[in-house]
């Protein structure tokens, strides 16, 4: 059974930096597509970026140019590195997985709070 524990959130000033980090444990990380999810209070859980498993990558229009995903296919971990944070980037943040069939497993989730 695959299981994704997500480490690396916090508070953070806005103009800050922090870096997500998610580790997958009981499947074959090389076959899924990873991806980062966040959700705000009150919003739906929306995507931030993915990356296959040759590397491509996607972002939300919202964080293109300040986050980057990147992936270890040797250590089965997905990053997420977030520059220039701003308030409206307050969520929790979701490590996903989606194996060759579509099916999706997800992290509990990391808080990243952006706030003076």
């Known amino acids: 059974q695959v299981q994704l524990v997500e480490s690396g959130g916090g508070l953070v000033q806005p103009g800050g930096s922090l870096r997500l980090s998610c580790v997958m444990t009981?499947?074959?990380?090389?076959?899924?597509?990873m991806a980062w999810y966040r959700q705000a209070p009150g919003n739906q859980r929306d995507l931030v970026a993915a990356v296959t498993p040759g590397g491509s990558t996607d972002y939300s229009d919202s964080v293109k140019g300040r986050f980057t995903i990147s992936r270890d296919n040797h250590e089965n971990t997905v990053d997420l590195q977030m520059n220039t944070l701003k308030p409206s980037d307050t969520a929790v943040y979701y490590c996903?997985?989606?194996?060759?069939?579509?099916?999706?497993?997800w992290g509990s989730g990391t808080l990243v709070t952006v706030s003076s």
């Open positions: 996903n997985a989606r194996s060759l069939h579509g099916m999706d497993f």
């Open positions: 009981g499947g074959f990380f090389s076959y899924h597509i």
